[in-house]
Nanobody
C-alpha cells in the first residue's frame, strides 16, 4: 500500500523558515521523481521543486529559487523541503508528489501560512 504523508506546515512570520517533510512507503523511493507542489486559494496547483534523478538533480520554480531546497533521505524514505525567507505569497497548501514507474502518488497536503 502506497503512503505519502506530508508534515511540518504551520504559521510563520515573513522572513521565517519552515521545513516540510514527506514520509513515503509502498514504492521505490530511491528511483522515484519526487516533487513538491503548492496550491494557493483560488489558484491552480504549481510545481515548486523537483528532485529529478538518483544523482540528486533539482529544479525549482523561479519564485522560490535561492530560498527553497529540496532533498531526500534514502535511508528513511523521507523527502524534505527547506523553506527560508518566506513571503506572504508562499502561503498555500503544499503537496508531496511521487512519480515511479509511470504511476503518480499524492499526499493530502500541509498548510503553510506566512503572515505577521
Amino acid at each position: 500500500q502506497v503512503q505519502v504523508v506530508e508534515s511540518g506546515g504551520g504559521l510563520v512570520q515573513p522572513g521565517g523558515s519552515l521545513r516540510l517533510s514527506c514520509a513515503t512507503s509502498g514504492f521505490d523511493f530511491w528511483r522515484a521523481v519526487m516533487m513538491w507542489y503548492r496550491q494557493a486559494p483560488g489558484k491552480g496547483r504549481e510545481l515548486v521543486a523537483a528532485l529529478t534523478s538518483t544523482a540528486g538533480g533539482t529544479n525549482y520554480a523561479d519564485s522560490v529559487k535561492g530560498r527553497f531546497a529540496i532533498s531526500r533521505d534514502l535511508d528513511k524514505n523521507l523527502l524534505y523541503l527547506q523553506m527560508n525567507s518566506l513571503k506572504p505569497e508562499d502561503t498555500a497548501v503544499y503537496y508531496c508528489h511521487a512519480r515511479d514507474g509511470g504511476k503518480d502518488y499524492w499526499g493530502q497536503g500541509t498548510q503553510v501560512t506566512v503572515s505577521s
